[in-house]
């Protein structure tokens, strides 16, 4: 049985769209007939519409946002560990959801099931939804007969990435808004406040301050060219973004990014938390090592760290210890290294993984606390400076006149 979309008239005219489930297409339009419905569309839910593969992270990327993805692994491992059949488990999560597009997916996925695929050759189906990790974990999981615990760790992976990405979002949301207004302001005292305000010295006849003769000459800078300069700023946006798609371009701005001070350690905390998290659930789930390292390095998006996961395999093949191998490359943080020498001695490497993740996303957690801790009180101040140079220059001439007066 399968899952079909359909749009159908009622009987009032109006369009009525949902999902069915189904043998073939002409017992779904039959079965909407005798629900008064006359079917104008009926096609099946399948790998083709899913939409095409996304970056691995998560994101969300597809049929299936970071949320729903989330929700719905922690919906189905809950259902899963219960006892319930998984086709049943499936039914049931479709159910629950309010988004259309998880439950087009989840029916999907729950047809492929009930024809006797396992689930993750079903997920593979819409690898739009679902990333490599999930699908490659869950294989594993069926293969051991752990599925249910699988589930829970995936789930604890989903939720884990949605809170952090939800904390950094918070964390950074103020400092950003501050900024937008700060320089709306600016723009808009430039352009229109301070012409006005100036306007009457044109009268005066005497020579102004050199600050207020800076602060003019901006203004008429901003309202004569500030259009222009927008579009090159838009224009040079685009040709970055345009340029980035180039591997060796990207590379060498990735490779910068970890040279700067404050930005590499961001970049470089970010992608190893991801890395080292993925690769543990990966290896703990029974995925070998080889192809866990091969599917975790989709997770970085540095691609020097990428590429150092990838010496990284190649020397592992050989018989490198791992901890050793993604030491060569001296883009990994000493700690991790430590911790994941320890897993592979004790032969606790999961826990360790897990362990290194956690400590990276903590120092990252940490790090820009204290970066928006500190650009706060920074935006205020030099908006602060610049509102004080306006008012400065505006202020002397005035006091020159008066000068003049008495």
């Known amino acids: 049985m399968a899952a079909f979309e359909y749009t159908a008239l009622d009987a009032g005219g109006r369009n009525s769209k949902g999902l069915i489930e189904g043998d073939t297409p002409r017992q779904v339009r039959q079965m909407l007939r005798d629900r008064g419905l006359t079917p104008m569309y009926v096609h099946e839910v399948a790998a083709g ?16 946002n970071s949320t729903e993805l989330a929700l719905f692994t922690r919906q189905l491992a809950t259902l899963t560990r219960s006892g319930l059949p998984l086709d049943e488990a499936l039914t049931a999560v479709a159910q629950q959801s309010e988004s259309k597009r998880v439950q087009r997916v989840t029916l999907g996925v729950r047809s492929r099931v009930v024809e006797g695929n396992s689930l993750a050759s079903a997920l593979a189906e819409f690898p739009g939804g679902f990333p490599t990790l999930f699908r490659a974990t869950i294989e594993a999981g069926e293969q051991a007969g752990r599925l249910d615990q699988v589930l829970e760790r995936l789930a604890d992976y989903a939720d884990r990435g949605q809170q952090m990405r939800s904390k950094m979002m918070l964390a950074l949301m103020y400092p950003l808004i501050l900024t937008v207004v700060a320089i709306g302001v600016i723009i808009a005292m430039m352009t229109y406040v301070v012409p006005k305000v100036v306007g009457v010295f044109d009268s005066i006849g005497q020579e102004l301050p050199a600050i207020t003769r800076g602060l003019i000459a901006t203004s008429d800078f901003l309202r004569n060219y500030g259009i222009y300069m927008a579009i090159a700023i838009a224009a040079a946006a685009f040709l970055f973004n345009r340029a980035m798609r180039n591997e060796e371009f990207r590379r060498k701005v990735h490779r910068q990014q970890l040279r700067l001070p404050l930005i590499g350690r961001l970049v470089r905390g970010g992608n190893t938390g991801r890395f080292m998290r993925t690769l543990g659930i990966l290896f703990g789930s029974g995925v070998p090592i080889l192809d866990a390292l091969r599917i975790g390095s989709q997770v970085v998006t540095n691609l020097p760290m990428r590429e150092a996961v990838d010496a990284a395999a190649k020397r592992v093949r050989e ?6 191998s993604l030491a060569e490359s001296r883009l990994f943080p000493p700690i991790a290294l430590h911790l994941i020498a320890s897993g592979e001695s004790s032969g606790k490497l999961d ?9 990276q996303e903590r120092e990252l957690e940490t790090l820009v606390a204290a970066t928006v801790g500190i650009m706060e009180p920074m935006v205020i101040v030099i908006m602060g400076g610049i509102v004080l140079v306006i008012v400065v220059a505006i202020m002397l001439p005035i006091l020159d006149l008066n000068q003049l007066v008495k």
């Open 319 to 324: 018989g490198v210890a791992l901890n050793k």
């Open 351 to 359: 826990e360790m993984l897990d362990r290194a993740a956690t400590n």
């Open 49 to 64: 519409k899913a939409q095409k593969r996304g970056s691995f992270d998560l994101k969300g990327s597809g049929n299936i």
